[in-house]
């Protein structure tokens, strides 16, 4: 049985763990032929590896870098029909001890990474047609919490970056932004392995648990089928209930 990406060819980054690593297994599952991308190169290669997917070493802050890969994953694919843009990474400090170069990384990696894999992609996409960009933004996109002036300034950017991609691509691209909140992954690991702080997070979300990769992956999937065919510069909160509490 055909699966509901069979056909489609779909550039993930990060996706050598947690989320970007799950959609890229979710995707594979549903037929898609992938180029897995991340700065892991070992990772990326053993993910690629184990669903017979194209595995790219790269960092997304590196434009020369992103373009040569998005040429290979071209050749490997045959075009590229759809972009998930997952890696990402969080420096959680007050802002007084937020040394520019924490700064600058967060914007570079969160904000200027997608960017570079969209505008690298953007040709292939507008020629393949009937395309879809899915962002990994985050619930501090949206909601003030301390320490998170460069993380939530980065997603914030990148949230609005895909709803204006929204009005600027369609109607051959369309690109909406998965806001989750705490899901279980390694960058939350020093939270959700404390069983404590664990259960207090859990307790400020309505569904009383932390999220899951699967329910990302879930959200991922919605975006990138037809079954959201007239949605785009929308934005997704995967969070249990957490952003409007
Ligand atoms: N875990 C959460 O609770 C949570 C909540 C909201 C948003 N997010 C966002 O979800 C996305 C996925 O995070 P995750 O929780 O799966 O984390 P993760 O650390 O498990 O995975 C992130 C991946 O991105 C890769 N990466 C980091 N910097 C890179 C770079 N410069 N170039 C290429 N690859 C790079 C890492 O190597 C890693 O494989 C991130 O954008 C993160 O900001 C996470």
């Known amino acids: 049985m055909a699966g509901r990406l069979t056909g489609r060819k779909i550039l993930i980054t990060g996706a050598a763990s947690g989320m970007g690593l799950a959609i890229a297994e979710k995707f594979a599952a549903e037929g898609a032929a ?4 991340d700065r892991n190169a070992a990772g990326v290669e053993a993910a690629a ?22 040429t290979r994953a071209d050749e490997a694919l045959g075009g590229i029909d ?3 843009n997952a890696a990402g990474i969080l420096d ?19 904000l200027t990474g997608p960017y570079n894999v969209v505008h690298a992609a953007l040709p292939l996409m507008q020629a393949a047609g009937d395309a879809t960009i899915v962002n990994i933004a985050s619930t501090s996109a949206i909601m003030p919490l301390p320490g998170t002036t460069g993380y939530s300034a980065s997603k914030a950017g990148l949230l609005m970056f ?16 998965i806001c989750p909140g705490v899901i279980q992954t390694e960058m939350t690991r020093y939270l959700w392995e404390n069983p404590e702080h664990s259960a207090r997070a859990a307790d400020r979300v309505a569904l009383k648990r932390l999220g899951t990769v699967e329910d990302v992956a879930q959200a991922a999937l919605f975006f990138s ?14 969070d249990g209930g957490f952003a409007w509490r």
């Open 49 to 70: 590896g184990a669903i017979g997917a194209q595995g790219y070493g790269c960092d997304v802050t590196l434009r020369e870098a992103v373009n040569e890969v998005v």
């Open 92 to 110: 959680i400090k007050p802002f007084a001890d937020l040394d520019p170069a924490s700064w600058d990384r967060m914007i570079a990696v969160n």
């Open 162 to 177: 895909t709803r204006c991609l929204g009005m600027d691509l369609g109607p051959s691209i369309r690109a909406n932004v």
């Open 34 to 37: 992938l180029a897995l991308l």
């Open 82 to 84: 759809g972009i998930v």
């Open 225 to 238: 089928t037809a079954d959201s065919a007239f949605t785009t510069g929308a934005m997704l909160p995967v």
